[in-house]
């Protein structure tokens, strides 16, 4: 099974082709992929919660996997308690494990 790494560092709210990377992340998974999307800088903005849940509910539905970079929810002054359901903290760490495990990778 391929496994791909979405990588979100862009805020919804400023860009519009966000949508088309959460869109992709649901069609891999469909496909049988597994999929991680990693939001980080101002892509975290979009993970908390009230604000587009509805996004992060869909992808949970289809299984992909929903990262928050620590770091940029700090400097954006969000705590974990403020997040979506199903979009999880984690660290820097986390998106280097991924891609060492040598995922297909989309940065945007």
């Given at each position: 099974?391929?496994?791909?790494?979405?990588?979100?560092?862009?805020?919804?709210f400023?860009?519009?082709?966000?949508?088309?990377?959460?869109?992709?992340a649901?069609?891999?998974?469909?496909?049988?992929?597994?999929?991680t999307?990693?939001?980080?800088?101002?892509?975290?903005?979009?993970?908390?919660?009230?604000?587009?849940?509805?996004?992060?509910?869909?992808?949970?539905?289809?299984?992909?996997?929903?990262?928050?970079?620590?770091?940029?929810?700090?400097?954006?002054?969000?705590?974990?308690?403020?997040?979506?359901?199903?979009?999880?903290?984690?660290?820097?760490?986390?998106?280097?494990?991924?891609?060492?495990?040598?995922?297909?990778?989309?940065?945007?």
């Amino acid at each position: 099974m391929p496994k791909y790494l979405l990588v979100e560092s862009h805020d919804p709210f400023e860009n519009e082709d966000v949508r088309n990377l959460y869109d992709l992340a649901t069609s891999l998974a469909r496909d049988a992929n597994r999929v991680t999307l990693y939001l980080t800088h101002d892509g975290v903005r979009a993970a908390r919660a009230g604000e587009h849940t509805f996004w992060f509910v869909a992808l949970a539905r289809v299984g992909v996997e929903v990262l928050a970079d620590g770091r940029s929810l700090r400097d954006r002054g969000l705590t974990p308690e403020q997040l979506s359901p199903g979009v999880l903290p984690t660290g820097a760490e986390t998106l280097v494990e991924r891609l060492a495990e040598g995922r297909r990778t989309i940065w945007h």
